[in-house]
């Protein structure tokens, strides 16, 4: 029960990232958001780590090279296009394009790894890959072929494929979830520091701003890492990973409750995709491909947030 409720809540204020960051794109640029977003959680990161962890630090720091290319994919990449979607595009359509991850993942895995999956995990990949085109295209599929895709959809596109490369890459990453988040963040913050410079990126000078970015570095950065990785010690990644489909819901019923009504291709799309990803589960998979969606979200040292 406790897990459950863990698991709720991180998916609620990862939910929250894409709506609160929506309204933050508005007046701060997707490097302004990502810098401070992970400036200001670096070292509370690395406390949680060090105190829930206890992990070998040395260890850790041995791993440099990979944890310094994930923190280029999955820090810098993914949060700076994810940001940047924001600014063109609905929260609620950047949680249904997010919710194909795991079947992205998936194809990924299988072209780059060799996996295999079963009939059903492709009517699975099949599924979810047709809802976010239905997304992308507001129902109108043609579309693809004039290349009038909404721009923010396209980087969000983007985004989630810098996310599966970077799960692919982590999948093999044996160092505590926790502590390899936290180094991946204060590298992603070294990193961007020239450019924080060179672009003159300011800290947030209005009220709303100052609370969005409070938001955004204590809950969805903070909290959701934290409880997630408390339930994965009494619950399986796999199921832990079906919570996920959450996010869309409750993007949904955020977006509802702030004035935003539905459309139906948003409905229609949004059931394709969480079908598409409970086909693409564990019953949908064969042999090595099992790994796959346990590493479509946070949880292990290879599965984070795409958030």
Request: aromatic share 10%; with cysteine; net charge positive.
């Amino acid at each position: 029960m406790k897990a459950s409720l863990y698991l709720v809540l991180a998916t609620l204020f990862w939910s929250g990232n894409l709506v609160i960051g929506q309204a933050a794109a508005t007046s701060m640029t997707p490097l302004e958001l990502t810098f401070w977003r992970w400036t200001l959680a670096a070292v509370p990161l690395l406390l949680l780590a060090h105190f829930f962890e206890k992990p070998d630090w040395r260890a850790v720091l041995r791993r440099w090279p990979a944890l310094l290319a994930l923190s280029a994919l999955g820090m810098i990449g993914y949060t700076l296009l994810l940001y940047g979607a924001l600014g063109y595009t609905s929260a609620l359509n950047a949680s249904l394009i997010t919710a194909a991850n795991p079947a992205l993942i998936m194809v990924m895995a299988i072209v780059l790894l060799g996996e295999r999956t079963t009939r059903l995990g492709w009517l699975g990949i099949g599924l979810g890959l047709l809802g976010v085109l239905l997304v992308l295209t507001r129902g109108e599929v043609a579309r693809v072929f004039s290349l009038s895709i909404n721009t923010g959809e396209l980087m969000m596109t983007g985004a989630i494929t810098v996310w599966g490369f970077y799960t692919i890459l982590a999948r093999r990453l044996d160092v505590p979830a926790i502590s390899a988040t936290a180094v991946q963040v204060v590298f992603a913050t070294i990193m961007l520091a020239p450019f924080a410079l060179a672009f003159n990126v300011r800290f947030p000078g209005t009220a709303a701003e100052g609370w969005s970015l409070a938001y955004i570095v204590v809950f969805p950065s903070l909290c959701s890492y934290l409880f997630w990785n408390l339930a994965l010690k009494t619950t399986a990644p796999g199921t832990a990973g079906n919570y996920l489909n959450l996010v869309v819901v409750f993007t949904a019923i955020i977006t509802v409750v702030l004035g935003t009504p539905l459309s139906l291709v948003q409905i229609v799309g949004g059931f394709m995709v969480i079908a598409g990803v409970l086909l693409t589960g564990t019953r949908g998979q064969r042999g090595p491909a099992a790994r796959t969606t346990a590493t479509a979200g946070p949880g292990g040292a290879d599965n984070r947030s795409p958030a």
